[in-house]
């Protein structure tokens, strides 16, 4: 279903003012999920969480896609709420000077959260989707010892595995929800450059824009995009990331308290 969505959004053509709606719903859904993840108490109890980061993430691709094919086809009548004045305002009115700063900031953050929160997130799930299948086999073991002892009657060793198997099922589709994340973040670096090497070849040859107002006009149109979809990105990892460290954390107190 996900790669349907992102197939329709290479073809579909919507107007700018649809793309921004999308866009805010994009933003308002990850927002949404991650006031969720912290609100909840117990992260396992979210058992739709890697359903929802999912989807999130495939949301977030169709909607990147969906730009990037506007700013390239529609540039003459490309003029949405959201892009064109951030655009604008990246671009500034002092020449190249501005936008060289902004280029340079946008890096930055744009390697803070592809190096430092999203590929942190997800080594994160990768080490505790391991360490619960590595454990899994002797907590069962210990459920077992209970019960044979006698401490626990038969329904307790069936919740208390029911509960296992549900833990270890959420961590493993923790996991590769995780590659998603980490795909959507490299992706969204390549259709930056996309839009930028793209808009300058049609800009300058198809369109006989001047090469310096090419490079500002989709420089600035890169970085515009790209911010939302930076802060979209951000969001859905910053969820995924407190979601796990709570529960590195709660499994944590439980270990004390059993000890």
Known sequence: ???????VSFVVHIPALFLDIFIVINLVFALLILLIVLKNQKTVEFSMLPTV?????VQGLSANIMTARLILLDRPAFDDWLITPL??????????????IWTVLFTVLLSIDQILITKGAVRTMEVMARITFDVLPGKQMAIDTEYSTGKIDQDEANAKK??????????GAMDGTGKFISGYA???IVIIL??????LLIGTLLRDEPV?????LYTSLAMGSGLFFLVHSFLLSL??????????????EKLCMEQ
Do not use: C, N, W
């Not at 655009?87 to 060289?100: E, H, N, T």
């Not at 310096?212 to 500002?216: C, G, H, L, P, T």
């Not at 969820?239 to 944590?252: D, S």
């Open 194 to 199: 996309a839009v930028f090497v793209g808009g």
């Open 53 to 57: 980061l999912l989807a999130s993430t």
């Open 1 to 7: 279903m996900g790669a349907l969505v992102i197939l």
């Open 239 to 252: 969820a995924a990331g407190i979601a796990i460290t709570r529960t590195v954390h709660e499994e944590y």
């Open 212 to 216: 310096i107002d090419a490079v500002k």
């Open 186 to 188: 490299k992706f969204r």
């Open 87 to 100: 655009s604008r305002l990246l671009a500034g009115s002092g020449g190249i000077y501005p936008l060289v």
């Open 162 to 171: 029911e509960a296992l198997q549900m833990e270890s099922d959420f961590y």
